[in-house]
């Protein structure tokens, strides 16, 4: 998957327009990590 493609799923997850980038900046693996805790905090919250 690309940079690109885990920066959409991440800006998908937040539901924001927010041009984020930025986080090009980081390695491929980073943001497969931030991907990751984004999602299980998003999954977190929407739990009773």
């Not at 900046?25 to 739990?47: I, N, Y």
């Amino acid at each position: 998957m690309t940079k690109e493609k885990l920066i959409e799923i991440i800006q998908r997850l937040l539901k924001t327009e927010i041009d984020l980038s930025f986080l090009l900046k980081l390695k491929k693996s980073e943001l497969e990590t931030m991907v990751a805790c984004v999602r299980d905090r998003v999954e977190q919250v929407g739990k009773p």
